[in-house]
């Protein structure tokens, strides 16, 4: 079935990196775009960007800009987010998820990865 | 930056009655040359990622029950669910494109319980 499956759980260090992973099954993988959305806790749905698994291209959320770098491995259907220079206020669940492009909406979610963000 | 807003924030409905939850963006999500509205609605349940209801504003998604409906164009949408069900307990958000430049914004979200 149509699917994407991401990394564990992480804990980081105020000023780290982290690098999450989304691997896609039972599609296309270059056919569709990711974006990443992340969901600090008891809060709603923040977008951070998009890439194309067609060609790289990606778009990042203004406020992202500089810190965050999105990619893909087509040769395993995988795309990653590394955000960098982590502060508290990262502390989220991050979900990648498929993008239809027709519709303009997100059709396949990933699990959610929680990334904790704690000195 | 676009803003989305939802209203109410959260809303109690008994079970088999009407829950109606309202969103307005700060520009107008239809495209001319398509004249599509893009305009999506989620529902998220506690632990869970958000599932696809609505796209184009108005077109449920394949598997999506008929009790949920979408309606608007330009700025201003509503989603209703026509008969409340127990599972239909969760926070809805509505989730807008804009295309220059490319970015997505999400509502704050509508929490929907049983009355």
């Known amino acids: 079935q149509v699917q994407l499956v991401q990394s564990g759980a992480e804990v980081k260090k105020p000023g780290a990196s982290v690098k999450v992973s989304c691997k896609a099954s039972g599609y296309t993988f270059t056919s569709y775009g990711i974006s990443w959305v992340r969901q600090a806790p008891g809060q709603g749905l923040e977008w951070m960007g998009w890439i194309s698994a067609y060609n790289g291209n990606t778009n990042y959320a203004q406020k992202l800009q500089g810190r965050v770098t999105m990619t893909t491995d087509t040769s395993t259907s995988t795309a990653y987010m590394e955000l960098r220079s982590l502060r508290s206020d990262d502390t989220a669940v991050y979900y990648c998820?498929?993008?239809?492009?027709?519709?303009?909406?997100?059709?396949?979610w990933g699990q959610g990865t929680m990334v904790t963000v704690s000195s | 930056d676009i803003v989305m807003t939802q209203s109410p924030d959260s809303l109690a409905v008994s079970l088999g009655e009407r829950a109606t939850i309202n969103c307005k963006s700060s520009q107008s999500v239809l495209y001319s040359s398509n004249n599509k509205n893009y305009l999506a609605w989620y529902q998220q349940k506690p632990g869970q990622p958000p599932k696809l209801l609505i796209y184009w504003a108005s077109t449920r998604e394949s598997g999506v029950p008929d009790r949920f409906s979408g309606s608007g164009s330009g700025t201003d949408f509503t989603l209703t669910i026509s008969s409340l069900q127990a599972e239909d307990v969760a926070v809805y958000y509505c989730q807008q494109y804009y295309s220059t430049p490319p970015l997505f914004t999400f509502g704050p979200g509508t929490k929907v319980d049983i009355k």
């Open positions: 998820a498929r993008e239809r492009e027709e519709l303009r909406a997100f059709d396949i």
